[in-house]
C-alpha cells in the first residue's frame, strides 16, 4: 500500500483564524514533506521532516508552523494566513530523505477570505 | 541553480498515438530522476523513478529513459488512451544532505477519442 492521506479535502478560513492540515501515512516511511502548489504552477517544497526533526526549512513564513508527532503523521498549523496562501498543499513521504520515490496525497485545497 | 524545463507545454492527440514527453535539466549533478502525472486538482501520481545509475525504466505502457550527460530524460507513452489525459511532471532528486525536489514545469496532456 503506497497510500498517503491529508485531511481535510477543502479548507476556507479567514485571516484570523488557526486550522491544522494533516497528513498520514503507514509504509513506515522516515521521510515527509510539505509542498505548496499554485494553480497551473508545479509544486513547491516547503518543509522536510527526517526521522521526526525539521531538516529543510525553504524559508516558508511563520505563520506557517509543521509538526511531526510521530513517524506516521505530519501536520500544518496555519495562522493569521494571507489570501495569497490559497494554493493546494500537498504532503509526501518516502523511505528516507536519501533519494527514494515519492508518495503524495491528494491534497488539501485551502481558500483563505 | 537547477532548473528543469518540459516540452512541450502542452498537447493534444487523437487515441492510439505513441506520445514522447521531454524533460531537460540545467545541472547534470542530479541523484535520481522521478517522473508524475496529475489530474486536475488532485495529487501527484508517481508513474516511474530512474535511479542516476540507469537508463531506463519501464512500467506497462510507460518507457522513461535518463541521459545524465545531456541533462535528458524522456518519457515514452505507448498506445495512448483518453484515460492517459493528465500533467505530467518530472522531478529530479538533487541530494545534497536531504533530498529536495526540483519538479519541471509540466506537459498538459489531453488525448481524445
Known amino acids: 500500500d503506497t497510500e498517503v492521506t491529508q485531511t481535510p479535502k477543502h479548507l476556507v478560513m479567514g485571516m484570523t483564524n488557526k486550522k491544522s492540515l494533516k497528513c498520514e501515512q503507514h509504509?513506515?516511511?522516515?521521510?515527509m514533506y510539505w509542498y505548496k502548489q499554485k494553480a497551473k504552477k508545479p509544486p513547491e517544497l516547503m518543509f522536510v521532516y527526517s526521522y521526526e526533526k525539521l531538516s529543510i526549512n525553504e524559508s516558508v513564513p511563520s505563520r506557517f508552523s509543521p509538526e511531526c508527532p510521530n513517524s506516521s503523521l505530519l501536520n500544518l498549523h496555519l495562522h493569521a494566513l494571507q489570501p495569497e496562501d490559497s494554493a493546494l498543499y500537498l504532503c509526501?513521504?518516502?523511505?528516507?530523505?536519501?533519494?527514494?520515490?515519492?508518495?503524495f496525497g491528494p491534497g488539501t485545497r485551502l481558500t483563505v477570505t | 541553480k537547477q532548473e528543469v524545463t518540459q516540452i512541450p507545454a502542452a498537447l493534444s492527440v487523437p487515441e492510439g498515438e505513441n506520445l514522447v514527453l521531454n524533460c531537460s535539466f540545467t545541472?547534470?549533478?542530479?541523484?535520481?530522476l522521478q517522473w508524475f502525472r496529475q489530474d486536475p486538482g488532485k495529487g501527484l501520481t508517481s508513474l516511474l523513478l530512474i535511479q542516476s545509475s540507469q537508463r531506463e525504466q519501464t512500467s506497462g505502457r510507460l518507457n522513461a529513459s535518463l541521459d545524465k550527460s545531456s541533462g535528458r530524460s524522456t518519457l515514452y507513452i505507448a498506445a495512448s488512451q483518453p484515460g492517459d489525459s493528465a500533467t505530467y511532471l518530472c522531478a529530479v532528486h538533487r541530494f545534497y544532505n536531504t533530498d529536495k525536489l526540483i519538479f519541471g514545469t509540466g506537459t498538459r496532456l489531453q488525448v481524445f477519442p
Open positions: 509526501a513521504s518516502s523511505h528516507d530523505d536519501k533519494g527514494y520515490e515519492q508518495y
Open positions: 545541472d547534470s549533478a542530479i541523484y535520481n
Open positions: 509504509m513506515g516511511h522516515r521521510a
